[in-house]
């Protein structure tokens, strides 16, 4: 999907309504345009996802940035694609429901209860901003250790020390990648709050990831699950208007919000598996639903195992830890060829998926933020129109 195309289509799609809502219309020729701005909204939300779905590579061991065949599902470059991919729709969406309109047009039924519901998801929504920020911290500490482990092994010749140098590493890597949200009720108030620190495993403590800045009875998933709340689809004549765009970007933020919870280690992640509804009649919904039932069932994969995040390359590097751990058991010196070739290949598959991440995460983050500034700009901006709204309809003294 080239970058520029997409740009100079919304740089068309966004000077076109700018130009409009400055011309002076009928209202019948107004009415009609307006219909095809809404129409065209809705085709760019369908061709965005659609595209996130046709150019996710299935196999994600063979996906490089080279590759032709597309980004790994939840990998740290097709995030970033999901995160432009919502900076797009929400530069469109203002542009179709606010620029150059009647600030008094978004205070009448059915907007005046739509709209509230779509400022509220943007301010939950900042938490989980927060939330998957703190979570792409931890999975830096994750990349040192696999760095630590790389360089040990990297060594020639392979020795004692040099081997159990990386299983130590490996080894703390492993148990950080464990999910102890089962053991939350046990341990009540002195639960620790440090994802993937384990009771009795002294290498997961000496390596904890980080602990959370936010709230100690914050959740994840009860977050999204507010977010969903009231996410109905507009019906009747509703479903022509204005309505239908707002009911629109309320979905591409919850669903942004909810890959990357499913992705990113989070505080309380238990009960996110279940994904909200959309319904299958609207076609813009289609690929949507398709990238939701791919990353549901990935999730069913790893939720029996605990894993504290679907993110691509944590998932690699937990396979590849758990490999190098057995050869560290069962190292001797001098080892047999095939198997020292083996392990290279494991070792320098390892360093690639440090490296993706020492080149992709600090980027991710910068959009998590960008994505953090353009929610809060944009509340602040509809708030702004309704207050104009209040102010023309009260009547002077």
């Known amino acids: 999907m080239p970058a520029t195309t997409e740009n100079n289509n919304q740089g068309s799609f966004l000077g076109r309504i700018s130009i409009r809502r400055n011309q002076v219309m009928s209202m019948d020729g107004s009415h009609d ?5 809404l129409e065209l909204f809705q085709k760019h939300i369908g061709d965005r996802f659609s595209e996130l779905l046709s150019s996710t590579s299935e196999d994600s061991s063979s996906s490089s940035s080279s590759s032709s065949s597309g980004d790994a599902l939840l990998s740290i470059a097709w995030l970033r694609r999901l995160l ?3 900076l797009c729709c929400e530069a469109e969406f203002k542009a179709v429901v606010l620029m150059g309109r009647d600030p008094s047009q ?3 039924p059915p907007l005046d209860k739509l709209l509230p519901d779509l400022l509220d998801r943007g301010v939950k929504s900042l938490d989980v901003c927060n939330a998957v920020t703190l979570g792409l911290d931890a999975v830096k500490n994750l990349q040192r250790l696999a760095e630590i482990a790389v360089a040990a092994l990297e060594q020639t010749p392979l020795g004692d020390g040099q081997v159990r140098r990386a299983k130590k590493a490996l080894s703390a890597l492993v148990a950080a990648m464990l999910n102890d949200d089962s ?12 994802f993937g620190r384990r009771a009795g495993n002294t290498n997961a403590t000496k390596y904890k990831s980080l602990s959370w800045s ?8 009860k977050q999204i699950h507010a977010m969903m709340s009231n996410l109905t689809a507009p019906r009747g004549a509703e479903s022509s208007g204005l309505a239908q765009p707002m009911y629109m970007m309320s979905t591409v933020l919850v669903f942004v919000m909810w890959t990357l919870v499913a992705a990113v280690p989070c505080q309380e992640r238990n009960g996110l598996g279940t994904h909200f509804p959309l319904p299958r009649q609207l076609g813009w919904a289609q690929p ?5 039932e791919k990353i549901a069932e990935e999730w069913k994969k790893k939720e029996k195992k605990g894993n504290v995040g679907l993110l691509e390359e944590m998932q690699r590097m937990d396979k590849l830890g758990q490999s190098l751990i057995e050869f560290a058991d069962s190292f001797q010196f001098p080892t047999e060829t095939e198997r020292m070739d083996e392990v290279k290949k494991h070792v320098e598959e390892l360093g690639d998926i440090c490296k993706k991440m020492e080149e ?5 983050q910068q959009q998590i933020r960008e994505v953090f500034h353009r929610v809060v700009r944009s509340r602040t901006e509809f708030l702004l129109a309704l207050d104009q709204a209040a102010k023309s309809t009260t009547p002077a003294l």
């Not at 936010?214 to 998933?221: E, F, G, L, Q, R």
């Open 33 to 37: 345009q307006e219909m095809e701005d």
């Open 84 to 86: 432009d991919e919502f």
């Open 106 to 108: 978004i205070t009448k």
């Open 183 to 194: 053991n939350a009720a046990a341990k009540g108030t002195e639960r620790t709050r440090s």
């Open 214 to 221: 936010m709230a100690k009875n914050w959740s994840a998933a």
């Open 288 to 292: 949507m639903i398709g990238l939701q």
């Open 360 to 364: 992709g995460l600090e980027p991710l």
